[in-house]
């Protein structure tokens, strides 16, 4: 069964970082591309930063390009989305996925095979 359990999130003021983590289970994690979406009320999910299994190709959302950074550690099974320059607008709950097939689709769309539950991220003004 594929487990995804994110964390990491919190309370933060704008110019502020954080670092999530999402640690995977149930699945051959270095085979699978992982993102990172979020969602606030009333908008849709939508993809902030994905990256392939194959080679570490990355896409970031234009909003997040210079400010977030995603990393995976294939040994522990976790992905990474380090958060700096934080603004209110990022405030959200973010959510990691993964998709046995790549492309820039996955973050765009958005679209996953599989999700976790998410992890709060506030950005105070």
């Known amino acids: 069964e594929v487990q995804l359990v994110e964390s990491g999130g919190g309370l933060v003021q704008a110019g502020g970082s954080l670092r999530l983590s999402c640690a995977a289970s149930?699945?051959?994690?270095?085979?699978?591309?992982i993102g990172w979406f979020r969602q606030s009320p009333g908008k849709e999910r939508e993809g902030v930063s994905c990256i392939s299994a194959s080679d570490g190709t990355t896409y970031y959302a234009d909003s997040v390009k210079g400010r977030f950074t995603i990393s995976r550690d294939n040994a522990k099974n976790t992905v990474y989305l380090q958060m700096n320059g934080l603004k209110p607008e990022d405030t959200a709950v973010y959510y990691c996925?993964?998709?046995?097939?790549?492309?820039?689709?996955?973050?765009?769309?958005?679209?996953?095979?599989?999700w976790g539950q998410g992890t709060q991220v506030t950005v105070s003004s």
């Open positions: 149930g699945f051959t994690f270095d085979v699978y591309a």
């Open positions: 996925g993964v998709r046995r097939r790549w492309g820039a689709t996955m973050c765009r769309a958005p679209r996953a095979d599989s």
